[in-house]
Nanobody
Framework: QVPLVESGGGLVQPGGSLRLSCAAS????????VAWYRQAPGKQREMVAS???????NYADSVKGRFTISRDNGKNTVYLQMNSLKREDTAVYYC???????WGQGTQVTVSS
């Protein structure tokens, strides 16, 4: 499995936007599905968005209409554009390829006024 590194997290106000990046050391074209997950302290990790090799996307109901997952094959990167952020979006966000066996460090997203 090609290592994936998340970046782009930070502190934003409610209603703000943030774009997360998931960079691969090699081509992402071989991955059938790449997904973004998130986990808040004491909470279960959950999938928030995924994108297939053919471009088909899927979103959790909690982020649908606010988040957009996309890919740039030339940069070997998958993005998660997050708009209209809410406090409940606060979590560590991870990028991975299902079925997941190993998790990276993720990137912290904090939504607070």
């Amino acid at each position: 499995q090609v290592p994936l590194v998340e970046s782009g997290g930070g502190l934003v106000q409610p209603g703000g936007s943030l774009r997360l990046s998931c960079a691969a050391s090699g081509s992402i074209f071989g991955f059938y599905v790449v997904a973004w997950y998130r986990q808040a302290p004491g909470k279960q990790r959950e999938m928030v968005a995924s994108i297939k090799r053919n471009g088909d996307t899927n979103y959790a109901d909690s982020v649908k209409g606010r988040f957009t997952i996309s890919r740039d094959n030339g940069k070997n990167t998958v993005y998660l554009q997050m708009n209209s952020l809410k406090r409940e979006d606060t979590a560590v966000y991870y990028c991975n390829v299902p079925p997941v066996t190993i998790w990276g460090q993720g990137t912290q997203v904090t939504v607070s006024s």
